[in-house]
């Protein structure tokens, strides 16, 4: 379902380009559940914005669901993403006016009506422990509630592809078990393909696959470059 050919990153920093990634060749199958682990810098939330077409290859050609993402423009990659693709980041990002049922309707606007999507909501939120918690803000929620809501938020629309960018990063070890399990779990349920990428060894191993970003990218005979410069 995801295919990626040729693609290259690389970024200009005072002067100097700093190659990041060159992947010659990366498939991916629909329902496969891939953990990429990798140590800091190396280019792994880059990968995840040029899957999820935030951001724009050098060259190369990002293929997902039969749709050629990197030859699109802003517009039609946001609207492919919203309708297609299911994110998760370390922080949340959840907004703090708005009640936990109120941060997952966002996800939703304008694609189902009333009461069916109030009753998805209490259905999605009860899945993942939260059936009480619908009125809470992100304030009242614990850290691990708050990334379970950005997870209803991610996968309400059934994305056929889900990205986690350290998703159990800032959480305990007990609460990034329970969150790294429930990931894997409701997109198993799904069949939907998942993306993760960490620097949690015990998480990866969670995985059916596991793969470390310089097996992805078999360029990174560059690295020392980056090294040489203070970004
Ligand atoms: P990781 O997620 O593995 O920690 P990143 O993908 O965030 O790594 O970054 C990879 C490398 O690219 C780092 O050296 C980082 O400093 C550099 N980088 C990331 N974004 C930019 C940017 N917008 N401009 C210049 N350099 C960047
Ligand atoms: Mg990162």
Same mark, same amino acid.
């Given at each position: 379902m995801l295919e990626i050919r040729g693609v290259r990153k690389r970024f200009q920093v005072a002067g100097k380009t700093i190659p990041i990634l060159d992947i010659s060749e990366w498939n991916v199958n629909q329902g496969e $559940? &891939?953990? &990429?682990?990798?140590p800091s810098g190396s280019g792994k939330s880059t990968l995840l914005h040029l899957i999820s077409g &935030?951001?724009?290859?050098?060259?190369?050609? &990002?293929t997902i669901g039969g749709e050629r993402l990197s030859e699109m423009n802003e517009a039609s990659r946001d609207t492919y993403r919203s309708a297609h693709i299911g994110y998760i980041m370390q922080d949340f990002y959840l907004i703090p006016s708005l009640t936990a049922r109120e941060n997952i309707q966002m996800a939703l606007s304008g694609s189902r009506k009333g009461k069916s999507r109030q009753a998805n909501i209490a259905e999605w939120l009860? @899945?993942?422990?939260?059936?009480? @918690?619908?009125? %809470?803000?992100?304030?009242? #929620?614990? @850290?691990?509630?708050?990334?379970? +809501?950005? *997870? +209803?938020?991610? #996968? *309400?629309h059934e994305p056929e592809l889900v990205l986690a960018d350290e998703p159990t990063g800032s959480l305990d070890w007990e609460t990034a078990d329970e969150i790294g399990n429930l990931l894997l779990e409701l997109c198993d349920s799904q069949r939907q393909t998942l993306l993760v990428v960490t620097h949690d #060894?015990?998480?990866?191993? @969670?995985?059916?696959?596991?793969? %470390?970003? %310089?097996? *992805?990218? #078999?360029?990174?005979?560059?690295?020392?470059? $980056?090294?040489d410069i203070a970004i």
């Open positions: $559940q &891939i953990a &990429i682990t990798g &935030i951001m724009k290859p050098d060259s190369g050609v &990002i009860e @899945r993942v422990g939260l059936k009480d @918690r619908g009125h %809470h803000k992100p304030a009242q #929620l614990s @850290r691990g509630q708050q990334q379970r +809501v950005a *997870i +209803v938020r991610a #996968l *309400i #060894l015990n998480m990866a191993e @969670r995985f059916p696959v596991s793969k %470390h970003i %310089h097996e *992805i990218n #078999l360029m990174n005979r560059n690295m020392q470059v $980056q090294g």
